[in-house]
């Protein structure tokens, strides 16, 4: 099955300056890659995703890029502003048994 | 355009007993899928189910069922608590199924459960 890693675990960052959370997966068939946001008390929200077709996607101040080759893909956040901290997944799926793998979550933290 | 409404949103149950959840998607949902949320092990699949068939199952003992009803609203049950079962149980609908590319999965708030 699909085995997803994600790194860092946590991320501080200085307000206004940028964050990057990497993620690996396993499964060469995957083809969808979404990106997940949990604020406190929440439950997770898509906040962009990707497909195996496209190689970056931009929207506003976060974009994503893939790499097939080297099986990897990463969420960029730009310009970070307080609102930016919580919790933040990466998932792939494989379409052909309808599972979506997350990763372990990065808590990111924006320092005012 | 109602969310996904999970309930209870908190419950405090016994070492041995069981505990049933519930989940009403979003209206035209026909995918359901359950995860647990740990601190330390991030979201974990437990099943989904499409117009109430299971089509998928995690890696979790069979204390662990769920089943999904005409209307697909959802259920999920652990008999035999035990405290290692304390965490956030998510509940997740979308139109297809989840990992489907374009296919927008949407969590509710989830059901805190916590095992004394």
């Known amino acids: 099955g699909e085995n997803v890693e994600q790194h860092p675990s946590t991320l501080s960052v200085q307000e206004g300056d940028s964050a990057v959370i990497k993620c690996t997966y396993s499964?060469?068939?995957?083809?969808?890659f979404p990106w997940y946001k949990q604020e406190l008390g929440k439950g997770p929200q898509l906040i962009i995703d990707?497909?195996?077709?496209?190689g970056e996607k931009k929207d506003q101040r976060i974009a994503v890029t893939l790499n097939k080759t080297a099986k990897h893909f990463s969420l960029h956040i730009t310009e970070t502003q307080p609102e930016d901290s919580a919790v933040y997944f990466c998932?792939?799926?494989?379409?052909?048994?309808?599972?979506?793998?997350f990763g372990a979550g990065t808590t990111v933290t924006v320092r005012a | 355009k109602a969310g996904v409404t999970q309930t209870p949103r908190y419950l405090i149950k016994t070492r041995g007993q069981q505990v049933t959840l519930s989940c009403s998607p979003i209206?035209?949902?026909?995918?359901v899928s359950w995860y647990q949320q740990t601190p330390g092990q991030g979201l974990q699949f437990l099943f989904e189910?499409?117009?109430?068939?299971?089509?998928n199952k995690g890696n979790f003992p069979g204390r662990f069922s769920g089943r999904q009803f005409s209307n697909s609203r959802s259920e999920m049950n652990v008999s035999t608590l035990e405290l290692g079962d304390s965490a956030l149980y998510l509940c997740?609908?979308?139109?297809?199924?989840?990992?489907?590319?374009?296919?927008?999965?949407?969590f509710g708030e989830g059901s805190w459960l916590t095992v004394v």
């Open positions: 997740a609908s979308s139109l297809l199924g989840q990992g489907i590319a374009g296919n927008t999965i949407y």
């Open positions: 499964d060469s068939a995957s083809n969808y």
């Open positions: 990707i497909r195996s077709n496209v």
């Open positions: 998932a792939a799926s494989d379409r052909n048994d309808y599972k979506l793998s």
């Open positions: 209206s035209g949902h026909r995918s």
């Open positions: 189910y499409f117009s109430e068939t299971q089509r």
